[in-house]
């Protein structure tokens, strides 16, 4: 079975998120989304999600790509992810070109092009968030 693994908050969840996931699925038989905690969140990323934790969570879980969330409590944890739940292949957004190639080490690395019209960023911005 081919695993693969990718990162995020997921607040505001829209379909640029679905089709990042499902892209990312296609890359393997199971899809771990590891999902920001809100501490991880506020601490690190200064970012406040308008839906904790939890919420976020149970939206990604009822996504079908999806078979495993489990939580990201730091940037240093990826490695260690990569090697418990023995991924093959390990995706984000391209907006993160390059910052994850030392995964390269452990597993293949993808970088998926974002959906261009659609951001949590775009949605807060549009609502005067």
């Known amino acids: 079975m081919k695993k693969v693994i990718t990162y995020g908050t997921f607040d505001l969840l829209h379909y640029g998120h ?15 989304v590891a999902l920001s905690t809100d501490e991880f969140n506020w601490n690190e990323k200064q970012k406040k999600c308008y839906f904790s934790y ?9 996504i079908r790509y999806v078979d495993l969330v489990i939580p990201e409590e730091n940037w240093a944890q990826k490695v260690s992810d990569v090697q418990e739940f023995k991924v093959d292949t390990f ?14 080490d452990y597993c293949d690395v993808v970088y998926l092009p974002r959906t261009p019209e659609i951001s949590t960023t775009q949605i807060k911005k549009d609502l005067g968030k």
């Open 18 to 32: 679905i089709q990042l996931l499902r892209r990312a699925k296609a890359y393997g038989d199971y899809l771990i």
């Open 54 to 62: 939890e919420q976020r969570k149970i939206l990604l879980e009822s």
């Open 91 to 104: 995706v984000m957004g391209d907006d993160w070109e390059g910052k994850f190639d030392f995964l390269k």
